[in-house]
């Protein structure tokens, strides 16, 4: 994927909401002209209305005002005046009302494209980029991130064109009635904006501590709820609450900081504020007394003057939130950066039917020393294959490399199907292939009826084929005996469930739908031995030509196996059928001998 700028970035989320943005920001410049126009109206009554003054006022107003009869007939009729100053109003309240509601709807729009488009690409890449990654943080970036970037987007960068417009306008208004008083309120905006300058780099530098922070905060609590029976069962709940605490505490004093900052410079921002406001006023009034103005342009002058102090402290807060919103950016940014599963041009697709070939295999994982060496044997088409060794040697790594959830280094070997190379393979045709149960079963927080048929396709007769493949599993009876059946939620990574329940499920998942490879990754370690010869017994009684790999421990689940290969320390220690490893001496002999000797002591 081609690393976006953070500028692409948002105009890739932009898309499909860019039109009520600029719905909003037009009714955005309309109230600012509407706002533009009350004084001017107020000036014109005060000075030429009331007063005689000479009518100063634009072509256009000016034809308006000779239309309903001149000044005269206003002094007359001042209720004209009222339904003017009514009419602008009800204008501004009509743009403000677009504003709002077009703000908002491209403000949801966003966030919906922001989650989508986070969560695709999330869903695309790598298995090895998950494993580097905190859950916790990551939802803290979908979540908090997404937020800040929406309230920016929408709070901030709709208003820009109102600020700046209302800034302009605002300041020609104004030099127009008096220069000497335009001067004195332009000082404080030099003022007001080298503070936010000042100030942006602190704000910035606390937002991300505060905002990584949040992304630890987050992982705790979610490393908490996941993994609460083992807190239990520990009884660590008193440390696991200090330990929450204390990164809490951290995060606390992290804003407490911050609005330090902030208040410091909202504080000046208001000092400088209010003395030009007084300044403004009390010279005003002078230059009133002096003549120098008209009490019209006087009142107008104080109004634009409270427009434009609007305007300058917006600006200021744009930085400011600028600061936030670059960060929550470039947290996004990070993700979106990272670089999605590819497969090869011209990708295939092949039968996935044939012997399974590991030749000469070597691999390590990132930063690791190297764990597989020069491996190679091969899975003949329709057989089953039995993987021992002990923890570490690399047994689930071999199928981890055999479903591409990582890719091996050029030069490293190569996995072949059928002849073919995997990695010429699409990913998705190969994994859809390979039917596979993981050595620690995750399941869902819906029912088991949702879990077990979760591969299955629509028009698929579900319940019998779910049926048959937990009876397999042999799980049916266990579901019957609960009292919602298959309906029954099994809670959160199926906490409600046992380990050996858990394990059940996941084969039955694996078997709902054919596909000619299965890989059981210690998939029955959590069931009893009686358990694991009657599921052993039910897969091996199945009517298809799937290749099979079992990885376990147990060599009752492995000696059925058409070949048996034992790993140690990453390389082949061994391999052969069952009778010809018991022949002879090794690690899977002294296994076998260490689980009957330890069986012959259950019955004895």
């Given amino acids: 994927m081609k690393k976006q700028s953070k500028s692409q970035l948002i105009l890739t989320f932009l898309r499909g909401c860019r039109r009520y943005f600029a719905l909003s920001i037009f009714c955005a410049v309309g109230v600012t002209l509407t706002d533009l126009l009350s004084p001017q109206i107020v000036r014109f009554a005060v000075d030429s209305v009331f007063g005689r003054e000479p009518v100063d006022l634009p072509v256009p107003a000016l034809a308006l005002v000779e239309a309903v009869g001149g000044v005269p007939y206003l002094r007359e009729h001042l209720w004209l005046i009222a339904a003017a100053v009514v009419t602008v109003s009800v204008f501004a309240l009509l743009f403000q009302y677009g504003f709002q509601v077009f703000n908002a709807m491209g403000a949801e729009h966003l966030v919906r494209s922001m989650r989508d488009t986070i969560f695709a690409h999330i869903e695309r890449l790598p298995f090895a980029w998950h494993m580097k990654q905190q859950t916790g943080d990551i939802i803290q970036r979908c979540t908090s991130d997404v937020d800040m970037l929406k309230r920016f987007m929408s709070d901030q960068m709709t208003s820009l064109f109102k600020t700046v417009l209302l800034l302009v306008l605002s ?321 959160e990574r199926g906490v409600t469930l046992s380990g050996g329940q858990k394990q059940r499920a996941a084969i039955a998942r694996a078997l709902v739908r054919p596909t000619p490879i299965l890989v059981f990754d210690d998939a029955l370690s959590a069931v009893d031995t009686e358990t694991d010869a009657r599921i052993t017994a039910a897969l091996a009684a199945r009517k298809d030509d799937s290749t099979r790999i079992y990885i376990s421990h147990r060599i009752t689940t492995l000696m059925h196996c058409d070949r048996i290969l034992v790993l140690e320390g990453g390389r082949i220690a061994q391999y052969g059928s069952h009778a010809e490893l018991i022949a002879r001496e090794g690690l899977y002999r002294d296994i076998y001998r260490i689980q009957t000797d330890r069986s012959e002591e259950v019955e004895a």
């Fill in 171 to 491: 300041l020609t208004f104004m030099c127009s009635m008096n220069l000497k008083l335009s001067i004195i309120a332009m000082v404080s905006i030099p003022l007001i904006l080298c503070a936010s300058v000042f100030f942006h780099r602190r704000i910035r530098r606390g937002f991300t501590e505060c905002d990584e922070n949040e992304g630890k905060l987050s992982a705790i609590a979610q490393e908490n709820l996941t993994g609460v029976r083992v807190v239990r069962a520990f009884g660590r709940e008193a440390y696991e609450r200090e330990r929450f605490s204390q990164q809490n505490q951290h995060y606390t004093s992290l804003w407490m900081k911050l609005n330090l900052v902030f208040s410091g410079y909202w504080g000046a921002a208001d000092l400088v504020s209010g003395l030009q406001v007084m300044l403004i006023v009390t010279l005003g009034a002078v230059f009133c007394v002096k003549g120098e103005m008209t009490a019209g342009n006087y009142l107008a002058f104080i109004s634009y003057n409270a427009m434009l102090t609007w305007p300058v402290r917006h600006l200021g807060r744009m930085l400011s939130e600028m600061s936030k919103a670059g960060v929550s950016l470039g947290r996004i940014a990070e993700i979106m950066s990272a670089e999605p599963e590819r497969d090869v041009e011209g990708a295939q697709e092949p039968p996935l039917d044939g012997d399974i070939v590991f030749e000469h295999v070597s691999f390590g994982y990132d930063g690791t020393p190297e764990l597989l060496h020069d491996i190679s044997f091969t899975v003949p088409a329709g057989g089953t294959l039995g993987i021992l060794g002990g923890t570490g040697s690399g047994k689930s790594t071999l199928v981890y490399l055999l479903c591409r959830l990582y890719d091996l280094a050029p030069d490293s070997g190569r996995i072949t199907i059928g002849g073919v190379d995997i990695a010429e393979m699409s990913a998705a045709h190969l994994r859809r292939g390979i039917g596979m149960v993981m050595q620690e079963p995750f399941l869902f927080a819906r029912t088991l009826r949702e879990n077990i048929g979760i591969a299955l396709e629509e028009g698929t007769d579900k319940d019998s084929v779910i049926r048959a493949a937990a009876e397999t599993a042999s799980l049916h009876d266990t579901i019957e005996g609960f009292t919602d059946g298959y309906d029954t939620l099994v809670g």
